[in-house]
């Protein structure tokens, strides 16, 4: 099937992003996408400054969460799985990094909280602490959808390979790891922009399970489309049989959850 990696602009005009959100969901869906993702903190900024007035409340839904309900009212229209890159997120007093996963009902799959935030201070170059605003997410994510099974995390939680190989044990099909990458730490994140305060890296990329870019695209904004075949999972297991070859006795991953 088909998936498309909607790589935004970003602004600080919540509508317009909302708007054009759903409007490369609709040209992605028009396009034959089954399955479309978007990057993370894509209705606004990303900075601890913005977090707060962007959040919005999933639980609550309606006018306390006009991002949620345009993404749950999209993919039910057009009857796609929509991995909803993240929005900030309030519940409570807290504040969290979110990703939403709508079936092709429109109904809400599944959510990610970012597990691991990014608290980073590289000198000369990017000093930013989401946990200046921010609460870490306590569970992993995996989400049973119309395209398969589908582990989640967000950006800085790619970092931790441990995340990637529990979805693998847990027979995820597809890993998806929405991003806002920056120009100093590595690639994968919506579109540039050099005036804003966090510059994202842009090229999103869809990588096979040999490793192989399936796509990829540069900075600007744009939507990448491709196939992705799940069976080459399969092959790609039998030729590296990596799972039976496992040194158990000297090495374990443990699964807490
Ligand atoms: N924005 C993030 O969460 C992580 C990031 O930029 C990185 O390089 O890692």
Known sequence: FKVALCQLSVT??????I???RAAIESAAADGAKLVLLPEIWNGPYSNDSFPEYAEDIEAGGDAAPSFSMMSDVARS??????????SERSGNSLYNT??????DGKLKGKHRKVHLFDIDIPGKITFQESKTLTAGQDLTIVDTDVGRIGIGICYDIRFQELAMLYAARGAHLLCYPGAFNMTTGPCAP??????????????????????????????????IAEIDYSLIEQRRQFLPLRHQRRGDLYQLVDVQ
């Open 19 to 21: 708007a054009r959100a």
């Open 191 to 224: 579109a540039r922009d050099t005036s804003s305060s966090y510059v994202a890296w842009g090229h999103s990329t869809l990588v096979g399970p040999f490793g192989e870019v399936i796509a990829t695209i540069e900075h600007d904004e744009a939507t990448i």
């Open 12 to 17: 600080a005009d919540k509508a317009r992003n």
């Open 99 to 104: 990703c939403c996963v709508f079936g092709s």
């Open 78 to 87: 057009l009857q796609i799985t929509l991995v909803g890159g993240s929005i």
